[in-house]
C-alpha cells in the first residue's frame, strides 16, 4: 500500500499537538517531526482553514488542536460508549418487529450505519455496517433532518443531492413538507424511496443537551398489511429509552 507523505504528515501532527495543550510553534513541529518548512508550513495552515488546528497570534505564533479535531475526537468517542448501550434495546425491537433494525449518525449529509440488529429469522437487506445513504431517501436520514436544529437542517439540506433513487423518492419541498409530520408523529417512514420493495421507518436518538445524534430504523419488505402502528409505537419507545440513558429528559 503507498502511503500518501502529506496525509501521513497531518496525521503526525495531529498526533504530537494532541500532547502538547499549548501548543507548538511551527519551527519546534519542523524540528520533532524533521519536516521541510514549506512542508509543515501548507499543512499546518491547512488544518487551520478546516479548523482541524488553532493558531495563536503572540510573540511566537503557536499551533494547537482546534474545534474540529475536538468534535470528531467526541463523535468517536460517544459512539464508542453508545454501541453498549444500544445493543439489548436494538436487539430487542428487532425480535419485537421480526424485522432488521439499524443505528446510524450523519456524516457528511449522509447517513453511516454503524449497527445493525436482526431477529433469528431476517429479511435479507442490502445495508450494512459500514455503508452509507442519502439523507433526503432515508428514515434514519429524515428522522436525524426533522429533529436537527434550524442552523444545521440548512446545511445537511445543501448536501442533499434529490436524485430520484425510486420513483418515490421526494422532491425538496415535498421532503420539507415530511419533515414537519415528521416532526409532529414522532418518528420518519422510507416507503419504498430507496429500494422499491422495502418500507422503514426511523426516530431519532437525543443525547443530555437534547440535541439528535443519531437515529434508529426497523427495516422490511414493503407490504399493505405493514402494521405501522405498532411497530412506530415499539421504535419510538425504544428510542426514548436509549435517549434516556444517554441523559436526555424526556
Do not use: W
Not at 151 to 160: A, D, N, V
Amino acid at each position: 500500500m503507498k502511503i500518501n507523505r502529506t496525509v501521513e504528515r497531518s496525521i503526525k501532527i495531529l498526533e504530537l499537538l494532541s500532547n502538547h495543550k499549548d501548543g507548538l510553534t511551527m519551527k519546534e513541529i519542523q524540528y520533532t517531526l524533521d519536516m521541510p518548512k514549506t512542508s509543515a508550513y501548507d499543512i499546518l495552515e491547512t488544518l487551520v482553514y478546516f479548523q482541524m488546528l488553532e493558531k495563536t497570534s503572540n510573540k511566537n505564533t503557536t499551533y494547537k488542536i482546534g474545534i474540529k479535531s475536538f468534535e470528531i475526537g467526541n463523535s468517536y468517542e460517544r459512539n464508542k460508549k453508545i454501541l453498549p448501550i444500544i445493543s439489548e434495546p436494538l436487539q430487542n425491537l428487532a425480535n419485537q418487529t421480526n424485522k432488521t433494525v439499524f443505528y446510524a449518525i450523519e456524516n457528511n449529509g449522509n447517513i453511516v450505519y454503524l449497527a445493525k440488529f436482526e431477529p433469528p429469522k431476517a429479511i435479507i437487506t442490502t445495508a450494512t455496517v459500514g455503508s452509507t445513504n442519502p439523507m433526503y431517501c432515508t428514515s434514519l436520514g429524515k428522522a436525524i433532518l426533522a429533529f436537527s436544529d434550524e442552523k444545521q437542517l440548512l446545511k445537511l439540506l445543501e448536501k442533499q443531492s434529490f436524485e430520484k433513487k425510486t420513483k418515490y423518492s421526494l422532491s425538496k419541498d415535498e421532503l420539507l413538507k415530511d419533515l414537519e409530520e415528521i416532526k409532529k408523529r414522532g418518528y420518519a417512514i422510507d416507503n419504498r424511496e430507496v429500494e422499491e420493495h422495502m418500507l422503514c421507518i426511523g426516530a431519532p436518538i437525543f443525547d443530555y443537551s437534547n440535541k439528535v445524534v443519531g437515529s434508529i430504523s426497523v427495516s422490511g419488505l414493503y407490504s399493505d398489511n405493514t402494521n405501522l402502528d405498532k411497530e412506530s409505537k415499539l421504535l419510538i419507545a425504544t428510542s426514548k429509552e436509549i435517549s434516556k440513558k444517554l441523559g436526555h429528559a424526556i
